[in-house]
């Protein structure tokens, strides 16, 4: 009986190590398959999570036809593509995901005690969220589009860009970079320009005979400077009735979206910008047009 016991247990000893030997060669087959999938990649482990997370979601990103929502104030995020010069050449992961017109999930690769690695994925609600597919007309349409009809209704109107360098703020605001040459014609300046001026034209505002005029001017190194007088320095002042002005500040009359798009083009052209990691060329100021 005695030997019969311990025969069994050495059975059981065998066929544990059997299963566990088994085991680990097919971790090890799935490793290497998943290794496969992003060769060289260090961040392979986090990029096959992170896939694996995507799988399971319901995608209803934000489409051209959905409905315009009535906001007071809209808070909209843009989801930047990965870049070929640094960040896909680098090997980057990609822990951003859009999975519906109104949520982002950040996946931030975290690791345990153990060593074992794994994601925390933490959701952000916004009124809008625009995917790396998303074009500057589908931001402009939800965003700044609303905007301009309420200034015509006697409102007062602002949008801004806000995001870290080569976040995409230059590239939304002002339009598509080509090289370093910037094609001001497809950024949301002009297409708020382009709407401006079929109001003026409309039916319902045409009689009122309203001028547009436009100024431009950036923030640098705690100094303001005129985007369009040969970046003439300005100051920043309170008025007697403790408003705002930028003292000095040129305002060039409009008469069409074609002179808009030239003052966006000059005032542009003469920001002030250099290179970074993420882009060739980076605005390096604020700027207000």
Not at 35 to 49: A, G, K, R, T, V
Request: hydrophobic letters at 35%.
């Amino acid at each position: 009986t005695n030997v019969s016991s311990v025969v069994k247990e050495v059975d059981r000893i065998q066929r544990n190590r059997e299963e566990r030997r088994l085991k680990q060669a097919l971790q090890k087959e799935e490793k290497e398959a998943l290794m496969n999938i992003d060769p060289n990649n260090p961040n392979w482990e986090f990029q096959s999570m992170i896939r694996e997370f995507r799988q399971t979601l319901e995608f209803r990103t934000l489409r051209d036809g959905d409905a315009l929502e009535e906001h007071q104030i809209t808070v909209a995020v843009r989801k930047r593509p990965l870049n070929k010069k640094a960040e896909i050449t680098k090997k980057e992961v990609d822990v951003v995901t859009i999975p519906k017109k109104d949520t982002l999930v950040v996946h931030e690769p975290r690791t345990k005690v153990d060593l074992t690695k794994y994601l925390d994925n933490q959701n952000f609600r916004f009124d809008y969220a625009f995917d790396d597919t998303c074009s500057n007309e589908l931001v402009y349409k939800y965003t700044a589009r609303p905007l301009v009809c309420t200034i015509f209704e006697g409102g007062m109107a602002t949008c801004f860009a806000y995001g870290q360098t080569g976040s995409g703020k230059t590239h939304t605001m002002g339009g598509e970079f080509l090289g370093k040459s910037q094609d001001v014609s497809k950024g949301i300046y002009a297409m708020a320009a382009r709407d401006v001026f079929s109001y003026l034209t409309s039916k319902k505002f045409g009689h009122l005979n309203l001028q547009v005029s436009a100024s431009f001017f950036e923030i640098y190194s705690g100094k303001v400077f005129d985007l369009l007088n040969g970046k003439n320095k300005l100051r920043v002042l309170e008025d007697g009735k403790q408003v705002v002005q930028v003292v000095g500040l040129v305002e060039r009359v409009c008469q069409s979206p074609a002179d808009v798009l030239q003052l966006i083009q000059v005032g542009s052209s003469a920001r002030t910008s250099g290179q970074t990691a993420a882009n060739n060329q980076s605005s390096r100021s604020h700027a207000v047009f």
